[in-house]
């Protein structure tokens, strides 16, 4: 990382940090902004295993249900948060190894069809284990945190995994899994492992996921199946990658963004409207810039650099 | 008897795979609509469901055959994920422009027709199944009988065997692309119309009857349309029999449990897939 770059990211950090103390009472901002780092996080966490390893998972949501559940059962009987986080996180993780095994047998389009079933399945189990999980009835959870709590969580949650999904980038482990993405068998034959780094990255991913989930549990202090385990939420976490920038750092955290806006502005007039919008932005990013909002930037950077070189050489 | 819808919404997923080498996602939102279609001729202009397909096979043949030209066509030599992932971006708009013109309440096609049983050697069997069964079938055969007896038919086979020798013998393979992806989708419209007739539908109900038709094609072989209609049976069969043995809420489990043990027990036949994608 440049000098320019970290001061940018202290900046930003500081700049967050400071939100709660002068936006003040002003609940409205302070809950936009959780919800964009609560999925900046989640966001950044799918894309560890979707853009790094290019392995698309369309049942991401089962984590995030089994990190909510978990938490709301746990808190319901008394356990402290200090204990139920950590096992909500761990419980996604265990989960991620058991589909991972199976699912990784199937490569790419076929992966990414069986999550589908996975997320799914896993749906269906929710809804109808009713003695566990309630059922379509939900759970209710009892107290929730204040919200300048939650939000520095999620400022944490989402800075840490960002923080993660940079240095992964420049490890062993990130060039692995760049590997596997780009040519997989390519990755076999130069000794990468590719299953065991897919496994790897799965399991990060659903235990980042399985932390949100608690998160969002104490957020929205109600959780039930086709909420946390809904295909819809699967599909956000596929879409805020895409829109930002399959693969990079900060992309997803981009995706995040434009996904909290257009979610906030057009759930209200229309319902399904917003998964409509992006279900356009998607087909439009795929035929125009497969790269994101990233790609376009880097576009317009290069436009103006090839614009500006010529009036030097005069 | 419901091995015959399962076919029916299976072909097209098949077809488009074999010759283009995509996976097409939005098969369950061309599903849906089909659906929709036929419940909309139905209720505003009393149009019998059975004579729906008659409209709607050409109108999904054009969509489909349009949507090749216009987008799926740019993302061919791409990766497999993004073509997946377009095709995912166009279900999303298909089922979500259905809640907005249809809303999210659950449709489905009232009328004696669909009401109706005959008893066969004792059994009551209801007669919209029985038609659903034969149209299935007869859908086999008849593209069967495309594939294999006219000139297009066999040059969307020998393109989705090796598509640069098509293109050396003087097959115009863009155009057949064009025209296979059209059919694909006039056979999701197809099934649609014929699932209309059996059960009761949402927008969003596309989701497990997609899960089925890969699951059925899976196990029938990619690109073969009567491994598909053996696939079909063999999982209707297995959802029938699975029902005695738990809650029908978990039926839809079964397509995937299947799925699974396929592809744990018969890692061999997986391992062709495979090879089929890479080469694709």
């Not at chain 1, 319901?76 to 948060?81: D, E, H, K, T, W």
């Not at chain 1, 204990?83 to 761990?90: D, E, G, I, N, R």
């Not at chain 2, 054009?62 to 990766?79: I, N, P, Q, S, Y």
């Not at chain 2, 073969?224 to 839809?252: D, H, K, T, W």
Request: aromatic letters at 10%; proline letters at 4%.
């Amino acid at each position: 990382m440049d000098r320019r770059a970290v001061a940018l990211v202290a900046v930003a950090l500081a700049a967050a940090v400071a939100v709660p103390f002068v936006a003040g009472q002003s609940e409205y901002v302070l809950d936009v902004l959780f919800l964009i780092f609560l999925y900046g996080a989640m966001a950044t966490a799918w894309n560890l295993l979707g853009g790094f390893a290019g392995q698309v998972s369309f049942g991401h949501a089962a984590f995030l249900g089994i990190g909510a559940y978990t938490t709301a059962i746990l808190t319901q009987i008394g356990v402290s948060l200090w204990l139920a986080v950590p096992a909500a996180s761990l419980l996604a993780g265990l989960y991620s190894l058991v589909i991972g095994i199976p699912a990784f047998r199937l490569r790419g389009p076929y992966f990414s069809i069986a999550t589908i079933g996975i997320g799914e399945a896993t749906r269906l189990v929710a809804l109808n284990w009713t003695s566990l999980t309630g059922g379509a009835s939900g759970l209710t959870l009892s107290a929730a945190p204040p919200l300048t709590l939650q939000y520095f969580a999620a400022l944490a949650l989402c800075a840490l995994t960002v923080a993660l999904a940079a240095w992964i980038k420049r490890s062993r482990f990130g060039f692995a899994l760049a590997a596997v993405r780009q040519d997989p068998d390519a990755a076999e034959t130069l000794g990468v492992a590719t299953t065991l780094v897919k496994t790897q990255a799965l399991f990060l991913s659903a235990c980042i996921i399985g932390v949100a989930g608690s998160v969002y549990a104490l957020h929205y202090l109600f959780i039930s199946p086709d909420s946390v385990f809904g295909f819809s939420t699967s599909i956000g976490l596929v879409i805020m990658p895409i829109v930002g920038g399959l693969g990079t750092v900060t992309g997803p955290l981009i995706g995040a963004v434009v996904y909290t806006f257009i979610r906030e502005q057009l759930a209200a007039t229309l319902a399904n409207a917003d998964l409509l919008a992006f279900g356009l932005l998607l087909i439009a990013i795929v035929v125009f810039e497969p790269r994101g909002i990233l790609g376009i930037v880097d576009r317009v950077r290069r436009a103006a650099r090839a614009k500006a070189a010529p009036a030097v050489q005069r | 008897m419901v091995a015959g819808l399962y076919a029916a919404m299976s072909y097209g997923l098949a077809l488009i795979y074999g010759v283009l080498k995509i996976i097409n996602l939005a098969n369950a939102g061309f599903l849906m609509l089909g659906a929709y279609v036929t419940w909309w001729l139905f209720t505003s202009f009393g149009i019998h469901p059975l004579l729906a397909p008659l409209a709607i096979v050409p109108a999904f043949f054009l969509f489909g055959w349009g949507l090749e030209r216009t987008l799926v066509r740019r993302v061919l030599g791409a990766e497999p994920i993004i073509s997946l992932l377009l095709l995912f971006g166009v279900w999303l708009v298909l089922q979500n422009l259905a809640y907005v013109i249809w809303t999210g309440d659950t449709r489905s096609i009232e009328m004696p027709f669909v009401e109706a049983t005959v008893n066969v050697a004792g059994m009551p069997l209801a007669v919209p199944r029985l038609f659903v069964f034969a149209m299935g079938v007869l859908a086999l055969v008849a593209l069967q009988l495309f594939l294999t007896r006219t000139y297009l038919g066999r040059a969307i086979r020998a393109t989705a065997q090796d598509r640069d020798a098509a293109r050396l013998v003087g097959i115009d393979v863009d155009r057949v692309m064009g025209i296979a992806f059209g059919i694909g989708i006039a056979l999701a419209g197809f099934g649609g119309s014929l699932l209309s007739l059996l059960f009761s539908f949402t927008p969003d109900f596309g989701r497990t009857l997609s899960l089925k038709s890969f699951c059925i094609v899976v196990l029938g072989g990619l690109d073969s349309i009567v491994g598909v209609a053996f696939g079909a049976i063999a999982l209707s069969l297995a959802e029938a029999f699975g029902v005695r043995y738990m809650p029908a809420s978990l039926q839809n489990l079964i397509s995937f449990v299947v799925l699974v043990v396929v592809l744990i027990a018969l890692p061999k036949g997986i391992a062709g897939t495979l090879r089929a994608l890479r080469r694709g």
